[in-house]
């Protein structure tokens, strides 16, 4: 008998037992779709805090005081007493110190109220130096940023983030209106282009000084050269160890320290802050992923359920078969085909589910979702080769019997 | 088979050797065949009679190819059915053998026309052919008004033809009934007989189980089982049956037993 002879008998039958053929194609669509959501959930959370810490800037080493060692250091030293100072990050910015550091920006920080006209907005008030913008990968959207002159001339000026500025002052262009911060005024030079991503929300949120006014006019206290981070550049991404070597040791000599072990700063590279971060939710990735495994598995169950039932409430068709003179080979065939196709069918369904559920719930949800060809493809193989197994195997079985034994069972 | 055969005699085309069958459920033991020995030669009209559960239909399985025997040989055609392939048992029950059944094992969710071209989608016909030649079977039964029916929305007497439809639709050139007039009236049963008695005329070999005694009167044969052993038989040498070939057929003296068989397919 032909393939194509095969094939109209198997859909056949598949159109014949229509609810045993839904049934066996849901089991396969929602185990696939929920191995794609799941894995794609966990990838997700993966990807954007992946994604939120390459937005800090590129070849980035974040210094801050205490001796928090280890990676979680991006936490450890805001708070502490800082040991941090501007001189550092002067000693720091020199070539012949560090050559391979590019960029220094020291920076400290306040939750302060900003006042404009009428409005009222708290938010992170940042003091640093013009370096910031290049170290920090971010881009002037209208009028200038902070420069040395506004440094070494306390110039009371600020340049606001995205949000800030739509806050304080809606549609209208902020650019040379004053703004208040703790009862100084100060007028607005520029603002920042928006990173986009709502999980970046915060970086949105800012308002940078320059550091010796926010230093002596604003942030006031008693160490007013003390920094609370300082943000250095390295020249390339090659350059990222060396440039942490040459601050490390530079650090350690201006702080009069001997052994390494006894730092009273911490050095964060982008990569460890990453791979902390991520690594929490790679985690929540290998959850999701068990998770997703364990309803294949339970939707595998299920297929194989019914492909068990559906197959030995047909061993008396299968030995009428082989009495009209099917030949074992032919009735394997045709299980084969019919179960192909619910799986394919199956496989097919559930990946649009997923990839169409992956399209629609981040708007739902603002979670978001990357889709892992690699889950997809491995659920699907899964799904349906359960499916194929299960169907053909005790079909191959029965076709081995005796026909007229096939026939007398129930 | 055997050298001392005269010319003039068909060689037998089914040869049972003291076959037996022995069913085991669980701790029970039934023997249903205790050696039955039975040749039957081409072209022999054959009707098996016996009280019921003397094993008429597990002999008849067995001559079907469709059981295999506890013990002895099964000779088809000279061969030895014991160590044929499934590949070969598949091609002998599509293309040598027409069964019905006692059960008439129709598939439930097929038309009648679509049950009768069965054995034929196994024998690589073509779709059209399929076709006509299932529905020109099942108009010899007299169900030309029917074909379109399902399992169950015939009557009993109904399916038992749509079975004898499909035993014949391979023009197969041995034909084995289990009761094929079981479940008919005395018309039907003379139509069927009739269509027998013309397979009988073109050649073909019969051997069909009843208990009506109208119904083996037909046949120029009559086995009687009884327990599991053949009790009586009317002639097993085809000289001496009522074989219309023996003066009207020029195919039956001479020609090889495989070659008429053959002729057939
Ligand atoms: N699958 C089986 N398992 C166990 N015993 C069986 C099986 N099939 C048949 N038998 C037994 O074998 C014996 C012969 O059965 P068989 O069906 O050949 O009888 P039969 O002559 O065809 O009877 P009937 O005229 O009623 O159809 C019976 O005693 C029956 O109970
Ligand atoms: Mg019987």
């Known amino acids: 008998m032909s393939w194509a002879e095969t094939l109209r008998i198997g859909l056949e039958a598949v159109r014949t037992h229509r609810s045993r053929s839904a049934l066996t194609v849901l089991g396969i669509l929602i185990g696939i779709a929920a191995v794609i959501l799941t894995v794609g959930l966990g990838e997700g959370a993966q990807g954007q805090v992946r994604d939120q810490i390459n937005s800090l800037g590129s070849n980035l080493l974040v210094v801050s005081p205490g001796s928090t060692t280890s990676s979680s250091g991006i936490r450890g030293g805001f708070g502490s007493a800082s040991t941090l100072t501007s001189q550092d990050a002067d000693a720091l910015a020199s070539r012949d110190v560090a050559p391979d550091i590019a960029a220094v920006a020291p920076a400290s920080q306040r939750n302060l109220s900003l006042t404009a006209g009428t409005s009222n907005w708290t938010t992170t008030v940042v003091g640093t130096t013009p370096d910031w913008l290049s170290v920090r990968a971010r881009k002037i959207d209208s009028g200038r940023f902070i420069t040395g002159q506004d440094v070494t001339g306390h110039a009371a000026v600020v340049v ?178 019919e179960a192909s196709v619910l799986g394919l069918a199956g496989g097919l369904a559930g990946a649009a589910l997923g990839l169409v559920g992956a399209a629609a719930l981040p708007h739902l949800i603002s979670q978001r979702i990357d889709i892992s060809l690699t889950a997809a493809a491995a659920a699907i193989v899964v799904a349906v080769g359960i499916g194929v197994g299960f169907g053909v195997y005790p079909a191959s079985r029965a076709a081995r019997l005796a026909p007229i034994d096939a026939l007398r069972s129930e | 088979m055997t050298d001392t055969e005269s010319p003039r005699t068909p060689l037998p085309v089914i040869e049972l050797d003291d076959v037996r069958k022995t069913y085991r459920t669980g701790a029970l033991e039934v023997e249903a065949l205790r050696g039955v020995n039975l040749r039957i030669h081409e072209g022999e009209y054959i009707a098996i009679m016996g009280p019921s559960g003397s094993g008429k239909s597990t002999l008849m399985h067995i001559l079907g190819c469709l059981d295999v025997p506890t013990a002895g040989n099964y000779h088809l055609a000279g061969e030895d059915v014991g160590r044929m392939s499934e590949e070969d048992l598949a091609q002998i029950r599509n293309r040598r053998i027409g069964f019905v059944f006692q059960q008439f094992n129709l598939l439930p969710t097929l038309s009648a026309w679509r049950n009768v071209e069965l054995p034929l989608c196994y024998a690589g016909v073509g779709r059209a052919e399929r076709r006509t030649r299932a529905i020109s079977a099942l108009e010899k039964v007299g169900l030309r008004d029917r074909i379109a029916h399902r399992p169950n929305e015939l009557s009993g007497g109904q399916q038992q033809r749509v079975a004898v439809a499909r035993a014949l639709v391979t023009d197969p050139a041995l034909i084995l009934a289990d009761e094929p007039t079981g479940n008919l009236d005395s018309v039907s049963t003379q139509d069927v007989l009739g269509l027998f008695g013309e397979l009988h005329a073109s050649g073909r070999t019969i051997v069909l189980i009843t208990h009506e005694p109208e119904v083996a009167a037909a046949a120029g044969r009559v086995v009687r089982i009884r327990d599991g052993n053949v009790q009586d038989d009317t002639g097993s040498d085809p000289r001496t049956s009522t074989d219309p070939r023996t003066s009207t057929d020029p195919r039956a003296g001479g020609a090889s037993t495989t070659l008429t068989w053959e002729a057939h397919q």
């Open chain 1, 160 to 337: 606001l983030a995205a949000t800030t500025a739509e806050q304080l002052f809606g549609a209208r262009s902020p650019i040379g209106a004053t703004v208040t911060i703790s009862g100084v005024p100060m007028q607005v030079v520029g603002t920042l282009t928006a990173v986009g991503s709502s999980a970046t929300a915060n970086e949105d949120d800012q308002a940078i000084l320059p550091i010796s006014t926010a230093a002596n006019r604003v942030f006031g206290g008693a160490t007013r050269t003390s920094v609370q981070s300082i943000y250095l550049e390295a020249s390339s991404s090659k350059t990222l160890s060396a440039a942490y070597q040459e601050a490390n040791s530079e650090l350690l000599a201006l702080h009069h320290i001997t052994t390494p072990t006894g730092a009273d700063f911490t050095i964060a590279s982008q990569q460890s802050i990453l791979s902390a971060a991520t690594s929490v939710d790679r985690t929540l990735t290998v959850l999701l992923g068990g998770i997703a495994a364990i309803s294949l598995l339970v939707g595998g169950i299920g297929v194989m359920n019914i492909m068990l039932v559906s197959v030995t409430e047909r061993i008396r068709e299968i030995g009428l078969r082989k009495a009209l003179g099917a030949p074992p080979r032919v009735i394997r065939r045709q299980f084969l085909v």
